[in-house]
């Protein structure tokens, strides 16, 4: 692991990618904030060596290197998941390239559905916390320790004042932020809605098939996180409709705009 994250790190430090100090992750349907980016270097996730490499047909499958609000950025443009075949290893792999090049924060978006009822379709939730359902964890792993601590305290691991930031700026913007607790489940099918049930017992106010392994790597490496869902559907058990993937991509495409604002803004406070 060692070895492989030193390749890639210095193929990317010789393409250009000098010294980022934020790091942002994309979810599905969201890669519009490019647009905002001051792009200085790029690399395809092909040419990295040991990268894994995108299968989902809306996720694009670079790394962005640029500036953002006056700060040095490093994108993911596409992220990995354990439903397309890889394991939580090489999913948050890319976390621990960042974290290499220097990376100190870490945004995180994602595509999820509501289990909070109150929450809507093209709203966005800032995570506070969430659940762990994908049946492993990206540390279970020999020779974690040399990476950092094996047993990564998890207490708080979305930075409370980074969100406080954020809930600051969605005010200051109009911008309608519900908070609350993110699920993350392997995919790819969607729920049932015995599951969603289930969901909202334990406490999710949203769903997804992702973020959590590379919250808890960037937690192991003492990066700080944030993370906000972007709510894509209705997660109602009791009057649930047939899952709609283009209305899915159409209510991203919607709250999208409202996301970048959240993240601009803030990368002008770190």
């Given amino acids: 692991m060692i070895k492989y994250i030193t390749e890639s790190t210095e193929y990317l ?7 980022p100090e934020v790091g942002i992750i994309l979810g599905t349907g969201l890669g519009q904030l490019i647009s905002e980016i001051e792009v200085i270097a790029e690399a395809s996730y092909n040419h990295i060596p040991n990268f894994p490499t995108a299968t989902v047909e809306f996720h694009k ?24 075949g890889y394991s939580l290893q090489d999913v948050t792999f890319p976390v621990r390239i960042m974290e290499k090049l220097g990376v100190k924060t870490l945004l995180v978006s994602n595509a999820a559905g509501a289990i909070n009822l109150d929450f809507k379709k093209a709203e966005l939730m800032l995570i506070d916390d969430h659940i762990n359902l994908q049946g492993s964890s990206p540390l279970a ?11 990564t305290d998890m207490s708080a691991p979305y930075d409370k004042k980074i969100n406080s930031n954020i809930k600051a700026i ?33 406490g ?8 959590v392994p590379e919250v808890i790597v960037a937690n192991h490496l ?9 709510l894509t559907d209705e997660c109602d058990p009791d009057n649930l409709e047939p ?28």
Avoid: C, W
């Fill in 13 to 19: 430090q010789k393409k250009g990618f000098d010294n």
């Fill in 61 to 84: 499958g670079k790394l962005v290197y640029g500036l953002l609000a006056g700060k040095k950025v490093v994108v993911m443009q596409g992220r990995f998941h354990v439903y397309e």
């Fill in 141 to 151: 792993f020999k020779g974690v320790e040399n990476l950092g601590e094996r047993f």
């Fill in 170 to 202: 969605a005010t200051a913007n109009n911008i309608k932020l519900h908070e609350g607790v993110y699920a993350s489940v392997v995919g790819p099918q969607l729920e049932t809605r015995a599951e969603y049930r289930m969901l909202k017992i334990i």
């Fill in 204 to 211: 999710a106010d949203a769903v997804g098939m992702s973020t």
């Fill in 222 to 230: 003492n990066i700080k996180v944030a993370a906000v869902s972007v």
């Fill in 243 to 270: 899952v709609d993937i283009a209305d899915i991509i159409a209510n991203a495409g919607k709250a999208e705009p409202n996301m970048i604002t959240l993240f601009k803004e803030l990368i002008k406070t770190l």
